[in-house]
């Protein structure tokens, strides 16, 4: 699971892209927080339709 810092970081960096722009370290920390964000609610849909038991 991804911790709350870093989704507020996502959120930082998105609201500063939009009102500023991003420097070249930022842009690379968002890209990477982005990918981790994506993975980890991958894992998660991948665990839940793992666990669903179809009842006929």
Avoid: H, W
């Avoid at 959120?11 to 968002?30: A, I, P």
């Amino acid at each position: 699971m991804i911790s709350n810092e870093k989704i507020k970081r996502i959120n930082f960096l998105s609201k500063k892209s939009k009102n500023e722009g991003l420097t070249r370290e930022e842009k690379k920390e968002q890209e990477l927080l982005r990918k981790e964000y994506i993975e980890n609610a991958k894992k998660s849909l991948r665990n839940q339709l793992d666990n669903i038991e179809i009842v006929d």
